[in-house]
């Protein structure tokens, strides 16, 4: 039997095909079907509620689309679609594709995106990573709520871990959290959060 390859989408034919769909991420050119369950969703919805409480306390210019694609390269048929994006408005002025279309295509608008894991978890931990650290974004949350990552990610004994990573230069650094510990945001000082804060109940 013949091998028939996928056919490769655009990015441009990705947005106008996909752009509404959460359900649907671009990764060199091949369609990605994300298949968010209930519990995923209720972890991203408190987690985007204690951030936008953060955001509000210390007044900062910024916001948290209620949908958004990020094209972390220009020269490369991928669209990412982060469980939270915390974008800067004043920035949103340079972005090319803001007023037509949800589309982030500059680092600098992005100040902070999360990642809730399933079980593509080697998406959000390895290829993802480089992605958001390449684009210049200051910090990215890796937001394992039942310890799927590998044991190199979170550690022995594999437990629920949110890891903190903050663009230092050009590469990532992680602090972890597990339950019991409040989690430290270098970007937002305000926030009081526990990752038991944000379990399903």
């Known amino acids: 039997m013949a091998y028939t390859a996928p056919?490769?989408?655009?990015?441009?034919?990705?947005?106008?095909?996909?752009?509404?769909?959460?359900?649907?991420?671009?990764?060199?050119?091949?369609?990605?079907e994300m298949a968010p369950t209930g519990s995923h969703e209720t972890v991203g919805g408190k987690l985007a509620t204690q951030i936008g409480i953060a955001i509000a306390a210390e007044k900062l210019p910024w916001f948290i689309p209620r949908t958004c694609l990020i094209r972390p390269f220009s020269d490369a048929a991928t669209a990412r679609r982060p469980d939270i994006v915390v974008l800067d408005e004043?920035?949103?002025?340079?972005?090319?594709?803001?007023?037509?279309?949800?589309?982030?295509?500059?680092?600098?608008?992005?100040?902070?995106?999360?990642?809730?894991?399933?079980?593509?978890w080697e998406t959000d931990y390895a290829r993802k990573i480089e992605e958001y650290a390449l684009l210049g974004i200051p910090e990215y949350w890796i937001v394992d709520c039942r310890g799927l990552g590998g044991v190199a990610f979170i550690g022995k004994p594999k437990q629920?871990?949110?890891?903190?990573?903050?663009l230092i230069d050009e590469d990532y650094t992680k602090q972890q959290f597990r339950l019991g510990q409040p989690i430290i945001s270098p970007l937002l000082k305000s926030l009081e959060l526990q990752l038991d804060d944000i379990l399903p109940r």
């Open 7 to 32: 056919k490769l989408l655009t990015f441009e034919t990705f947005v106008d095909r996909y752009c509404d769909n959460f359900r649907y991420e671009l990764a060199d050119g091949e369609l990605v």
């Open 90 to 120: 004043t920035a949103l002025i340079s972005e090319p594709l803001w007023e037509i279309e949800p589309v982030i295509a500059l680092g600098k608008t992005i100040k902070l995106v999360v990642e809730v894991v399933s079980t593509n």
């Open 160 to 166: 629920p871990t949110i890891t903190v990573c903050q």
